[in-house]
């Protein structure tokens, strides 16, 4: 069932993660779905921020991101203070103007690989989009067309050798599916596993990892 409202305020009631923030990740295989499902909870919360990690990468770094994310996002974020951070220009291939990112009460990170390790300690939870690696690449070069094929054949081993050494889906909280209306919200790995979710840096407390 697709109840965008009532997740929104599950996701509202969680412990805060990172200082004042509740820090939910969506990640999943890119062309799964990830951005217009991450827009559309945003619009559920009540307009909460967006992330989107294309942001934060680069055409020679897909993946390695994480010491921006850390630097500009979270750790101002745990603090309880506005982030800072400046969009990659896909095009230009440069950093553009800073945008600004306030410590909202639920934040969204989206994007692949949100669920990395260094970033769990700091989620509140983890979604994960559950449609499978050769359908959600298929739908990607669909919708970026021929121009991208070269883009797109260097994105899939990198994204492959990502996962395959820092996996997301076994800690997921949620298993998100995107049903011809809405979508179906599962118990991830994680919620089965019966952990802790209250462990977290937010509560200065060693995260459970």
Wanted: charge should be neutral; proline fraction near 8%; glycine fraction near 12%.
């Amino acid at each position: 069932m697709d109840d965008l409202a009532r997740h929104a305020d599950g996701l509202r009631a969680l412990p805060p993660s990172c200082g004042p923030v509740r820090l939910v990740a969506v990640d999943g295989h890119a062309g799964s779905g990830k951005s217009t499902f991450a827009t559309r909870l945003a619009a559920a919360l009540g307009g909460a921020p967006v992330l989107r990690l294309d942001d934060l990468a680069t055409h020679e770094e897909l993946f390695g991101w994480t010491g921006r994310l850390m630097e500009q996002v979270v750790l101002p974020l745990s603090r309880g203070e506005a982030a800072r951070y400046a969009p990659y220009d896909w095009t230009e291939r440069r950093f553009g103007p800073a945008r600004i990112l306030e410590p909202a009460p639920v934040v969204l990170l989206e994007g692949v690989g949100a669920g990395r390790r260094e970033v769990r300690p700091w989620l509140a939870a983890l979604c994960w989009m559950e449609l499978d690696r050769e359908t959600s690449w298929q739908r990607g070069r669909d919708r970026d067309g021929a121009g991208l094929t070269g883009f797109w054949d260097g994105w899939t081993l990198a994204e492959r050798r990502h996962f395959a050494e820092d996996p997301s889906r076994p800690y997921a909280d949620t298993l998100v599916r995107q049903l011809p209306e809405g979508y179906a919200w599962l118990p991830g790995p994680r919620a089965t596993a019966g952990v802790n979710r209250s462990v977290t840096h937010g509560s200065q407390k060693v995260p459970p990892y």
